[in-house]
């Protein structure tokens, strides 16, 4: 029987272009880290904050080889703690810039992928690459898949295709103007794909004075938010049933009625 995966998700409050205090604020808040956590979720670039400007130069300055500072110390972190942590950073290779997802495990085994859909409504296509490769990590029994901020809005793309995973982690930079929608997507991707869904979006003010309230949640296969907020904990702990999740998959087999289709790239 493969165990039950205990989540945390962090609203991390992020200093927009200041990555060494994310980084230190990040270490600092780990001590507070429940014991049996597998698996800590970050938000959407939250070592430095998603761009706030269209200068592609400007960004690059803020971006990182996946041997950078931002993923060493992440790395270190996973093996310290003995957990999983995922989220996203501005990352350089071969000179195109990426918002790269990352799954670090406490092995120090990575993965990465690239965020899919870019938000052209601020430009984010003119300053990073876009990705072709759909996530999907093998972490103590669980098919886990990941996402960036407006992939969410693409249900095409974050389909479980015949249950091929039983998480979506989605991690945002999503204003508060607009967060009602993030909300509501992440409980329909849970439905739709019969799977857990695990949303991070940050907190805090950008330079842009966009306001971002860390609204972030753990949705369940049905679609009810299950995560616990301890008082004075900066952390959202879920515990994900694989159990539940098989025997509802069984009884309520919706999944063997989706439609077939193939992504174009």
């Known amino acids: 029987m493969i165990k039950d995966l205990n989540v945390a998700l962090l609203p991390f409050e ?3 272009g200041d990555k060494d205090t994310n980084l230190q604020k990040l270490e600092d808040t780990l001590s507070f880290l429940h014991p049996q956590t597998d698996l800590l979720i970050l938000p959407e670039t939250f070592s430095t904050g998603f761009p706030t400007t ?3 130069e400007a960004v690059r300055e803020t971006a990182e080889k996946n041997s950078g500072e931002t993923i060493q110390r992440l790395k270190s972190l996973a093996y310290k703690y003995k957990i999983a942590i995922a989220g996203s950073f501005i990352a350089d290779t071969g000179g195109l810039l990426f918002n790269r997802l990352f799954f670090i495990e406490p092995s120090g085994e990575e993965t990465f992928a690239e965020k899919r859909h870019l938000f052209t409504m601020a430009g984010e296509d003119n300053i990073f690459s876009r990705g072709d490769k759909r996530m999907i990590i093998r972490y103590r029994g669980w098919n ?10 693409f ?3 974050c389909r479980s295709r015949k249950n091929e995973y039983d998480l979506l982690i989605a991690v945002a930079n999503w204003p ?9 997507l992440l409980i329909a991707r849970a439905i739709e794909n019969e799977a857990y869904v695990c949303g991070v979006n940050c907190s805090g ?9 860390g609204s972030s949640a753990a949705i369940d296969f049905k679609g009810k938010d299950i995560g616990v907020k301890l008082p004075s904990s900066p952390f959202i702990y879920a515990t994900l049933s694989r159990e539940r999740l ?8 919706a999944w063997n009625d989706a439609d ?3 992504l174009i790239y």
């Open 14 to 16: 992020i200093s927009w």
């Open 54 to 56: 269209t200068d592609k």
């Open 144 to 153: 886990i898949s990941m996402i960036a901020c407006y992939d969410i809005r």
């Open 155 to 157: 249900p095409v793309w």
């Open 176 to 184: 508060v103007t607009r967060v009602r929608a993030w909300e509501a």
């Open 205 to 213: 003010e950008d330079p842009n004075k966009n306001v971002y309230n």
């Open 246 to 253: 098989d025997r509802f998959r069984e009884k309520f087999p």
């Open 260 to 262: 077939e289709f193939s």
